[in-house]
Structures are given as structure tokens and as C-alpha cells.
């Protein structure tokens, strides 16, 4: 079963003067894959990630999530879909730092209204749980270390049951024991619980152990 499809993925930039971004891509990704895209800086990949994740919608060529295509839908349309269907870990957590962990994981079920709010918490401390860091839920996010911030944004991610969790650099804020802690998590969401995971990384190591690598060179996929 396929999570992702995307085919022939064209993206230009017009300023300060016209440039192709990414050229022709074509790639599949299935359901409870963990897929690194690598390559230097400059090469595509957050630029590719951008569009997967529906938040860049000028580009040439069709995306399809979930079997649904999302080429051509309205922003409104996008955004909803992107808070049930997508979740999110970048670099930097980005929790609001005067709300507890709790509510910080919450937010996005709360914005997506599926559910009662009692039901919601629930939800949040259970994916806290499954992180091993539900005793820290009472706590203010700015109590807390940068590893534990970091297992907090991923409980927010996985807060809607997403059918892809999507990183840009999800370990490049990290020293290396809370980068292995953070790979650990994301290896056993996939093997587990068929949790579809695709990462930006410069982490060679990361790359090398997830499922399957797409590695980009000039807008274009050079290895996969």
C-alpha cells in the first residue's frame, strides 16, 4: 500500500532570476516506510519536502497522499488535510514554552475537532507514554532539555494518527545520544506501529539506518 506518490515534480524559483529547482521527479514511498532524503545543501530536498507537505503548491506534476491527489486543492482544503493526515518534527521543536507538554501535544487534535476534549487529553498523554516521558506532562515545555522537547514534538506529531510523519533536519539540533533516542523512536514507530516516516537529514549514520535513502544532487535524484 502506498502512502506517497508523486510524479514528474517540476519546481521553479523566478527570483533574483529563473531557476529549476527540482527536475522531473517520480517516486513512491509505501506505507510504514522510514525514507531519508539526503544530499548537500542546495541540492532540492527541503525544497521537495516543502511540496510533500502540501505547504508549497507552485510546481508542476501531481502529489498524492494517502490516495487522495492534492494537486490543485484550495489552501483551506490543504491545511485541514495537512493537520489530519500529516505531522511534523523539524529541527528546532517549536513548542510554545509557556503551556505544559500536555497541552503543546494536544493542540493539533484541538484544532482538528474529532474529538472531545477529554478524549484529546487522553490521546496526548498516551503518545507521551509511548515516548516514555508522560511523567513530564504537568511541566511547562521550557522546563525541559532538548532531547525531551524534541520527544514532545514527536508525540505532537503523531497526535492525529498522521499518515506521515515528516522531519526537515530531526535530529540537526541534537547532541548524539539524544539523536539515537530520537532515530530509536522513529525506528519503532515504523516497525511497530507502520508509522510512514520521511526525514530530511545531513546525518550520514541516520541515512545509512533507515529503510531506504533518496539521495539528490542538482533538483534531481541521483541514487535511491
Do not use: W
Not at 517516486?27 to 539526503?38: A, D, N
Not at 478524549?119 to 532538548?146: F, M, N, P, T, V
Request: glycine fraction near 6%; aromatic fraction near 10%; hydrophobic fraction near 40%.
Amino acid at each position: 500500500m502506498l502512502a506517497l506518490k508523486t510524479q514528474h515534480i517540476n519546481k521553479y524559483f523566478y527570483e533574483p532570476v529563473a531557476f529549476q529547482a527540482l527536475k522531473d521527479l517520480s517516486f513512491e514511498v509505501k506505507k510504514g516506510e522510514f525514507l531519508s532524503l539526503v544530499g548537500k545543501s542546495g541540492c532540492g530536498k527541503s525544497t521537495l519536502l516543502y511540496i510533500l507537505s502540501t505547504m508549497d503548491t507552485d510546481y508542476e506534476g501531481t502529489l498524492e497522499i494517502n490516495g487522495e491527489i492534492l494537486t490543485g486543492k484550495h489552501y483551506n482544503e490543504l491545511a485541514h488535510f495537512r493537520n489530519e493526515h500529516i505531522g511534523f518534527v523539524f529541527q528546532f521543536h517549536y513548542l510554545l514554552p509557556e503551556f505544559t507538554v500536555l497541552q503543546n501535544v494536544m493542540m493539533p487534535a484541538l484544532k482538528l475537532a474529532r474529538y472531545q476534549r477529554s478524549e484529546i487529553e487522553d490521546r496526548a498523554y498516551a503518545k507521551l507514554k509511548l515516548l516514555g516521558i508522560e511523567a513530564q506532562a504537568g511541566k511547562k515545555a521550557s522546563k525541559l532539555s532538548g532531547g525531551q522537547q524534541q520527544r514532545v514534538a514527536i508525540a505532537r506529531a503523531l497526535i492525529n494518527d498522521p499518515a506521515i510523519i515528516m522531519g526537515d533536519e530531526p535530529t540537526g539540533n541534537l547532541d548524539s545520544a539524544n539523536t539515537q533516542v530520537v532515530f530509536e523512536i522513529f525506528r519503532e514507530l515504523t516497525t511497530k506501529y507502520q508509522q510512514t516516516i520521511i526525514a530530511v537529514t545531513h546525518d550520514d549514520e541516520f541515512a545509512r539506518n533507515s529503510d531506504r535513502i533518496i539521495e539528490m544532487k542538482d533538483g534531481i535524484i541521483i541514487r535511491q
